[in-house]
């Protein structure tokens, strides 16, 4: 079976979405199918097993000035990117609003060719108005075309889901496949080498340590974060990630801006951490929040991120995005201090039921399926 991988980036961008995308890619090429990945240049310089690269060259203003990741593709490529379309069995693209997405939807459509879209994001509430609506506008016009055209849409979370229901007229009836995680890498140590991480870290002795991953742009919460170092200086926040909005600029001492790290390097703060916290909006459910539950980190995450799996309350502390709903949460977290340990065991626990070789079985048997039909 030959598909055709249409994402933004490629995962060394560093986005969850991309490194969903190579997650699936790597292991639909171990059963048997030949993915061509095609996305931004540049191409990853070491090639996967079973994967081949179409990189496109790519204007990417809006994310250096603004913080939005939204490439825009010139003609050439999306020529070949028609090319590709021709030559496959199935496109699979991730997330609906992306230029390339939809170039290869209607290429895809012209020749016949099954289309699935994975829906990793839902409403994004920014703060400016103009953000706000033009969002608004795209998902309901060419996000609902996009969705609405696939031979099937997949989402990653029924948050996701839920948002765009109302929105869409589905061909089929949608599908939540949620990411899986990779528990051979991300796993949980003992006490005694968790606080070895922390003295390489260099973090304070005794002192709770909070983690964000991701990038620093709004709506990943960052303004909740500075809020929060501020009302609770007892707390270290570290900072892992890059992006417009640079946290060191913040002056405050608590908080320490460790820039971007790559992938296979996260690991090790994940499990030297004591929570991991992400109050953002409109993301489905992020990767970092299954890796770090994974190491044995639980996560705080706002309702409007978590996946509403029955449980997961169990495992991690969900918050609504009010400023006093955040604040409580966090200092509730800090007087259950003897219950870290048992929460720790609990988060572990309930990543056991993301795999990915589960979804990929997922995918495979959806694949092959639409390539029969």
């Not at 991991?276 to 991120?305: H, K, R, W």
Request: charged share 20%.
């Amino acid at each position: 079976m030959r598909v055709l991988l249409v994402t933004h980036y490629y995962a060394e961008h560093g986005g969850g979405v991309e490194i969903v995308a190579r997650e699936l890619a790597v292991r639909l090429a171990r059963r048997g199918a030949a993915i061509t990945w095609a996305a931004s240049a540049p191409a990853p310089a070491c090639a996967d097993e079973g994967v081949s690269y179409l990189p496109m060259r790519a204007w990417n203003g809006t994310e250096r000035r603004l913080g939005v990741p939204y490439p825009l593709w010139g003609p050439v490529g999306l020529a070949r990117l028609g090319s590709a379309v021709r030559q496959c069995d199935l496109v699979h693209l991730h997330d609906c609003l992306y230029e390339g997405n939809m170039a290869a939807l209607l290429r895809a459509r012209r020749a016949g060719k099954p289309v699935v879209v994975t829906q990793h994001v839902g409403k994004v509430p920014y703060r400016h108005a103009l953000l706000r609506g033009l969002l608004a506008t795209a998902q309901g016009t060419l996000g609902r075309m996009v969705l609405g055209g696939a031979s099937q849409t997949v989402f990653v979370s029924r948050k996701v889901l839920d948002y765009f229901r109302p929105i869409v007229r589905f061909r089929h009836e949608p599908l939540c496949i949620p990411n899986g995680v990779d528990t051979a890498v991300f796993s949980p140590v003992g006490p005694a080498e968790r606080n070895q991480l922390r003295r390489q870290f260099g973090w304070p002795e005794g002192r709770p340590v909070f983690l964000f991953v991701g990038r620093f742009v709004e709506k990943k919460g960052l303004p909740h974060l500075r809020r929060l170092a501020q009302q609770f200086p007892e707390v270290q926040y570290v900072l892992v990630g890059w992006g417009p909005e640079d946290p060191s600029q913040w002056r405050l001492a608590n908080v320490e801006a460790v820039g971007r790290v790559d992938h296979d390097q996260l690991p090790p703060y994940y499990r030297a951490a004591d929570l991991l916290i992400l109050p953002s909006v409109g993301e489905g459910f992020p990767l970092v929040v299954q890796e770090a539950m994974a190491c044995g980190t639980p996560a705080m995450i706002s309702d409007d991120t978590a996946p509403g799996s029955p449980g997961i309350e169990t495992a991690a502390v969900v918050s609504s995005l009010e400023e006093d709903a955040i604040t409580a949460a966090v200092r509730g977290f800090l007087q259950r201090r003897p219950e870290w340990d048992l929460l720790r065991c609990r988060s572990a626990q309930y990543a056991g039921r993301w795999s990915w070789d589960d979804c990929a079985s997922r995918y495979a048997d959806l694949f092959g399926r639409l390539v029969r039909q």
